[in-house]
């Protein structure tokens, strides 16, 4: 007995996305936490998972990426665009860190966050709300930096008026020699951004798919939702908005590099991020899970070792 046998008539049916085989997907997951790495024909032959064995861990690892990337691109005399975002978090303490000791000046670095809470009409929180991606991002990354800090003029946030010029001024910059940079994690429903799975429901095909560079105000699953309440909101759903302004795959698709994180633990054995990461590694590439499309990307997705598993029923 499980959901798949149970799902019929239950308030489960036509929850999730309608592009989800559900069967499917539970045949990604394997019972030796080893083989999460296993090789996959559609990976990127320069994409790399890597696994650590604690938060302290993947933070750093995450941090020393960001921050060589920064820097290998100020020694080759490159502009660099970084896509970047708020979950996970941790990794910016060290990236900093890094980028002080080497003394690297972020001031050849354009920053793109990826995505704003907002409501239907694409209106954001304000800046100075704590709860506000843009607050994020000065509180972890360019405050802390100080004298090295990227220019405020280079620093690009997903409001209604901003986020609609990212894919112009990131083709502007990449045109005249810049590399550009994605840093993500994955939503429990195998978003990247806030770009969610239910939208490949709206295209013809992959290619229109893929050419999508933005959305606002485009509208939460409530898995993302729910995520969001326990990873970010102490639980509390109602200060959840149900809407946000996101990049889409044509911003974070075709990088580079890519530096993806998933940290997605709680206490006691507790996660919720195990089964997007096999889904990510081992369903083959499809708009109706944006993260798979990632493996096909040169670059580094850092994860938890407890989010390999074995993923089995362990009562909390």
Not at 151 to 164: C, G, I, K, N, W
Not at 300 to 308: G, H, M, P, Q
């Amino acid at each position: 007995m499980d959901l798949m046998s149970t799902i019929a008539g239950s308030m489960m049916e036509g929850y999730f996305p309608a592009g989800w085989d559900l069967a499917k997907i539970d045949q990604c997951m394997n019972a030796d936490p080893a083989s999460i790495t296993d090789r996959q024909s559609w990976w990127h032959k320069d994409f790399e998972p890597v696994m650590c064995g604690s938060v302290t861990d993947f933070d750093t690892i995450m941090g020393h990426e960001i921050a060589l990337t920064i820097k290998q691109s100020r020694d080759a005399g490159e502009k660099l665009a970084l896509i970047l975002p708020v979950g996970p978090m941790g990794m910016y303490r060290w990236a900093v860190f890094f980028l002080k000791e080497w003394g690297v000046s972020c001031d050849h670095v354009y920053g793109f966050n990826m995505d704003e809470w907002s409501d239907a009409d694409g209106n954001t929180l304000p800046p100075t709300n704590p709860g506000a991606f843009q607050f994020a991002m000065k509180d972890a990354f360019y405050g802390p930096l100080g004298d090295l800090t990227v220019p405020e003029s280079q620093r690009h946030f997903a409001t209604a008026d901003v986020l609609p010029t990212y894919a112009d001024k990131i083709g502007e910059l990449r045109s005249a020699g810049a590399k550009l940079g994605v840093i993500f994690g994955i939503g429990r429903v195998c978003h990247i951004a806030f770009w969610e799975p239910q939208f490949a429901g709206e295209f013809d095909s992959e290619e229109e798919w893929q050419a999508q560079t933005h959305r606002i105000g485009a509208k939460l699953h409530p898995l993302t939702i729910e995520q969001n309440a326990v990873t970010s909101f102490k639980s509390r759903t109602t200060l959840v908005p149900a809407y946000a302004n996101t990049i889409g795959p044509g911003c974070f698709l075709n990088a580079d590099k890519i530096i993806g994180g998933c940290d997605g633990i709680f206490s006691r054995g507790m996660q919720w991020q195990g089964m997007s990461v096999w889904m990510t590694l081992r369903h083959e590439p499809t708009s109706w899970i944006p993260s798979t499309y990632m493996t096909k990307q040169p670059g580094r997705l850092i994860i938890l070792d407890e989010l390999a598993g074995p993923l089995v029923a362990d009562c909390n």
